[in-house]
C-alpha cells in the first residue's frame, strides 16, 4: 500500500498563517468539544496550511491524506503486509491518528472511493469508533482525536459531492479567498518580495478571479500568487514569472492565455 500520510511533529515551529475570519477560534472549539471539521473552498486559499498550523498550535501530531479515486477504506485503515516471512497488520493513517490522539486530515476528500465515507462515519458522532473487521479491534477515539476533511465545491458534480447526510455530520467552515491587504500580507510574509511590488500582483489575481465562471473553471490561488512573488524575489522578470505562475496554471486555451495576457497588461500597465 503506497501511504500518502505526512505526519507532522508535536511541539515544533508553528507554520504561519493569517486569520481571515473566525476559524482559529472555531478550530479550537471543535477540538475541545470533539467535533469533526469540513473545511470548504477553492483550491490555494490556505486549508492545508490551516490545518497544520492549528495542529502545530495545540500541539497534536497531524496525519494528512491527499484523497485521489483509488483511495479505499482500507488505505485509511490499515492492511495485513508480508514483512520477513510474516503476515503483519500495518496501521492506516486514520488508524494511527486515533490510537495516537492525532488529528487525521483528509484533503479534497470527495475524490475517494464511497467505501471511505462509511469508514468515517462512526468516527463522526457521539460513538467516535474505528472498527477494524480485518483484526477484530473497535478502536474508541480518545479526547484528542480530531477528523478534519476539505474538499472544493467548485469542481464538485453530482457523481462527486458529499452526500447531505455526510456534511451534516461536521462543523463547516467556508474559505475564501483574504481581502487584498490582507492576502499582499500572506504574499509578502511567504516569499520576501516587498508590498509595493506584491500589491499589483494581487490586484490581478483579483481581476483574473472575476474571469472565474467564463473562460476560467478556478481563477488564481493565493498559492499562485506566491510562486510569482517567489520568482520575481528571485530575479525573474515579472512578465516571465506572471505568465509562468498566473497564466500558464489556469488554462491550455491558446486563445484564453492571450485574454489573460491583455488582462495582466491592462491591470499592471
Same mark, same amino acid.
Not at 477560534?25 to 473552498?41: C, D, I, M, T, V
Not at 490545518?51 to 500541539?59: D, I, Y
Not at 496525519?63 to 516471512?85: E, F, I, M, P
Given at each position: 500500500?503506497?501511504?500518502?500520510?505526512?505526519?507532522?511533529?508535536?511541539?515544533?515551529?508553528?507554520?504561519?498563517?493569517?486569520?481571515?475570519?473566525?476559524?482559529?477560534?472555531?478550530?479550537?472549539?471543535?477540538? %475541545?468539544?470533539? /467535533?469533526?471539521?469540513?473545511?470548504?473552498?477553492? $483550491?490555494?486559499?490556505?486549508? !492545508? #496550511?490551516? @490545518?497544520?498550523?492549528? &495542529?502545530?498550535?495545540?500541539?497534536?501530531?497531524?496525519?494528512?491524506?491527499?484523497?485521489?479515486?483509488?483511495?479505499?477504506?482500507?488505505?485509511?485503515?490499515? %492492511?495485513?503486509? /508480508?514483512?520477513?516471512?510474516?503476515?503483519?497488520? $500495518?496501521?492506516?493513517?486514520? !488508524? #494511527?491518528? @486515533?490510537?495516537?490522539? &492525532?488529528?487525521?486530515?483528509?484533503?479534497?476528500?470527495?475524490?475517494?472511493?464511497?467505501?471511505?465515507?462509511?469508514?468515517?462515519?462512526?468516527?463522526?458522532?457521539?460513538?467516535? /469508533?474505528?472498527?477494524?473487521?480485518?483484526?477484530?479491534?473497535?478502536?474508541?477515539?480518545?479526547?484528542?482525536?480530531?477528523?478534519?476533511?476539505?474538499?472544493?465545491?467548485?469542481?464538485?458534480?453530482?457523481?462527486?459531492?458529499?452526500?447531505?447526510?455526510?456534511?451534516?455530520?461536521?462543523?463547516?467552515?467556508?474559505?475564501?479567498?483574504?481581502?487584498?491587504?490582507?492576502?499582499?500580507?500572506?504574499?509578502?510574509?511567504?516569499?520576501?518580495?516587498?508590498?509595493?511590488?506584491?500589491?499589483?500582483?494581487?490586484?490581478?489575481?483579483?481581476?483574473?478571479?472575476?474571469?472565474?465562471?467564463?473562460?476560467?473553471?478556478?481563477?488564481?490561488?493565493?498559492?499562485?500568487?506566491?510562486?510569482?512573488?517567489?520568482?520575481?524575489?528571485?530575479?525573474?522578470?515579472?512578465?516571465?514569472?506572471?505568465?509562468?505562475?498566473?497564466?500558464?496554471?489556469?488554462?491550455?486555451?491558446?486563445?484564453?492565455?492571450?485574454?489573460?495576457?491583455?488582462?495582466?497588461?491592462?491591470?499592471?500597465?
Amino acid at each position: 500500500m503506497e501511504d500518502s500520510s505526512r505526519q507532522g511533529t508535536a511541539g515544533g515551529a508553528v507554520p504561519f498563517y493569517a486569520p481571515t475570519g473566525n476559524e482559529v477560534a472555531l478550530f479550537e472549539h471543535a477540538h %475541545r468539544n470533539r /467535533l469533526p471539521l469540513l473545511l470548504k473552498g477553492p $483550491t490555494g486559499c490556505g486549508k !492545508t #496550511r490551516f @490545518v497544520a498550523h492549528m &495542529a502545530a498550535r495545540l500541539g497534536r501530531p497531524l496525519h494528512t491524506v491527499s484523497c485521489h479515486d483509488d483511495l479505499t477504506a482500507a488505505d485509511l485503515t490499515g %492492511r495485513y503486509l /508480508l514483512k520477513g516471512g510474516d503476515t503483519v497488520w $500495518t496501521d492506516g493513517p486514520l !488508524t #494511527r491518528s @486515533v490510537r495516537e490522539g &492525532a488529528i487525521c486530515y483528509l484533503d479534497e476528500v470527495v475524490e475517494a472511493r464511497k467505501d471511505v465515507t462509511v469508514v468515517l462515519h462512526p468516527l463522526t458522532d457521539d460513538r467516535r /469508533l474505528l472498527p477494524l473487521e480485518r483484526t477484530g479491534e473497535l478502536l474508541e477515539a480518545p479526547a484528542a482525536f480530531m477528523l478534519v476533511v476539505s474538499y472544493n465545491p467548485g469542481y464538485q458534480n453530482i457523481l462527486k459531492s458529499l452526500k447531505p447526510s455526510t456534511r451534516q455530520r461536521f462543523v463547516a467552515i467556508e474559505f475564501g479567498f483574504p481581502k487584498p491587504d490582507a492576502e499582499t500580507g500572506i504574499v509578502v510574509q511567504e516569499s520576501g518580495l516587498p508590498a509595493d511590488r506584491v500589491a499589483p500582483l494581487v490586484q490581478l489575481g483579483n481581476a483574473l478571479r472575476a474571469l472565474k465562471g467564463q473562460d476560467l473553471e478556478e481563477g488564481v490561488s493565493t498559492r499562485l500568487l506566491v510562486y510569482c512573488a517567489s520568482l520575481i524575489r528571485d530575479g525573474m522578470p515579472r512578465d516571465e514569472a506572471i505568465l509562468a505562475s498566473m497564466i500558464e496554471p489556469l488554462t491550455d486555451d491558446p486563445e484564453v492565455k492571450k485574454a489573460l495576457l491583455r488582462v495582466a497588461e491592462l491591470t499592471l500597465g
